[in-house]
């Protein structure tokens, strides 16, 4: 349980930052989680630049909405229902009919943005960026090889537990466990990248 309560915390504290006009700490959430929600959005949307596109449009409305976000939920949990809005919303403005039953969402409570966020980038938030995409490839390949491959399955080719399962001839169970771990390592890279930055960013607030 310890893991996850250090994903609730580290979200929650880069949301406070949010809230508080730092939209760089927002910049690390999409870099964080856009590879989940783009696998997720192509549950319903096969098209590759149509899943880009309405990933996009979810964290704009995410960003937009931030500031109502009080923390009764997890913020994936939270950012897993835009995102199934959205993709539905989008498949219905094209007359296409959206899907009854929603994408599995049991794993929200364990574990490029738009031109909005973009216009107030940064040489250093640009840095942060790059350094955060290679400590989670740093974390990634440091990993086991049968958690690597869970969590590659999951979160890159947006696979169901049922199917990693059959493709890792092992029980839903151990693909649960699998991932959880793989998450958890992650976390584990990223949290004193991100504690080096707030600090920073207290040296330096005027």
Request: proline content about 3%; aromatic content about 6%; glycine content about 4%.
């Amino acid at each position: 349980m310890a893991g996850i309560e250090s994903t609730q915390e580290l979200d929650l504290e880069l949301v406070k930052r949010v809230q508080r006009g730092d939209s760089a700490a927002f910049d690390l959430l999409v870099r964080k989680y856009q590879h989940r929600i783009v696998a997720l959005i192509g549950r319903y949307i096969h098209d590759w630049s149509e899943c880009q596109d309405v990933a996009q449009e979810t964290f704009l409305r995410a960003y937009r909405a931030l500031g109502n976000f009080r923390g009764d939920a997890q913020f994936y949990t939270w950012l897993h229902r835009i995102a199934v809005n959205t993709a539905k919303n989008h498949l219905v403005a094209n007359n296409r009919r959206p899907p009854t039953d929603d994408v599995d969402a049991a794993d929200a409570e364990q574990y490029d943005a738009g031109t909005r966020l973009r216009d107030t980038d940064t040489p250093e938030r640009e840095l942060m960026r790059q350094e955060l995409e290679r400590s989670v490839m740093k974390a990634v390949d440091a990993l086991p090889e049968e958690l690597r491959t869970a969590i590659t399955l999951r979160e890159v080719e947006g696979l169901s537990y049922e199917e990693i399962a059959q493709k890792m001839d092992c029980p839903i169970g151990t693909v649960r466990s699998r991932i959880f771990r793989a998450r958890e390592a992650i976390d584990a890279e990223l949290r004193p990248l991100l504690d080096t930055d707030s600090a920073t960013r207290e040296r330096t607030r005027p």
